[in-house]
T-cell receptor, first 113, second 108 residues
Framework: SAVISQKPSRDICQRGTSLTIQCQVD?????MFWYRQQPGQSLTLIAT?????????ESGFVIDKFPISRPNLTFSTLTVSNMSPEDSSIYLC??????????FGPGTRLTVT | GQNIDQPTEMTATEGAIVQINCTYQ??????LFWYQQHAGEAPTFLSY????GLEEKGRFSSFLSRSKGYSYLLLKELQMKDSASYLC?????????FGAGTTVTVRA
């Protein structure tokens, strides 16, 4: 299975600021995704990070709020822009490699004050 | 759209068997995932079913019926460490739609 790391593991940010979360995988993967898990809730897909092109966003999520980069097959970033307390959540990177299995990174716990 | 339903909570005794059901209605479907999530941790992959039938992996088994939009996760010989949330997720082009999760509590 792929080993996935995320930075930072947690952060406390002030409203109106932005935070960039990094996701690094130890091997090349075909697909990378970003999910959000709000307190007490299940996971919601934000977007698919596409290598070399713009990310594909799910309904309710837009590029201006959640810009995503994926410069190569092992790395992606998610930025949470102009944060508000409603953005307090765990943000998780997920990858799919050469098999059907999909794995999640350890997550980034964000608190916006 | 996606609609994934699973029970909110289940309680069972150590050593027993628990079956967690999941029904799904999706606009596209290419597989059903089950994940385990302990409090404060990321989800851990348990199983993936794309064909009808039962997949067995140690103490955990997963079943899928595509025609019925139904899956279950079977946990055998329950251990205290199995107390966790279990997430059912339907895959559409490998984009996962998750149910709300089933919290399983294992009692001694």
């Amino acid at each position: 299975s792929a080993v996935i790391s995320q930075k930072p593991s947690r952060d406390i940010c002030q409203r109106g600021t932005s935070l960039t979360i990094q996701c690094q995988v130890d091997s090349q993967v075909t697909m990378m995704f970003w999910y959000r898990q709000q307190p007490g809730q299940s996971l919601t897909l934000i977007a698919t990070a596409n290598q070399g092109s713009e990310a594909t966003y799910e309904s309710g999520f837009v590029i201006d709020k959640f810009p995503i980069s994926r410069p190569n097959l092992t790395f992606s970033t998610l930025t949470v822009s102009n944060m508000s307390p409603e953005d307090s959540s765990i943000y998780l990177c997920s990858v799919r490699g050469s098999t059907y299995e999909q794995y999640f990174g350890p997550g980034t716990r964000l608190t916006v004050t | 759209g996606q609609n994934i339903d699973q029970p909110t909570e289940m309680t069972a005794t150590e050593g027993a068997i628990v079956q967690i059901n999941c029904t799904y209605q999706t606009s596209g479907f290419n597989g059903l995932f089950w994940y385990q999530q302990h409090a404060g941790e990321a989800p851990t992959f348990l199983s993936y079913n794309v064909l009808d039938g039962l997949e067995e992996k140690g103490r955990f088994s997963s079943f899928l019926s595509r025609s019925k939009g139904y899956s279950y996760l079977l946990l055998k010989e329950l251990q205290m460490k199995d107390s966790a949330s279990y997430l059912c997720a339907a895959s559409n082009d490998y984009k996962l739609s998750f149910g709300a999760g089933t919290t399983v509590t294992v009692r001694a």
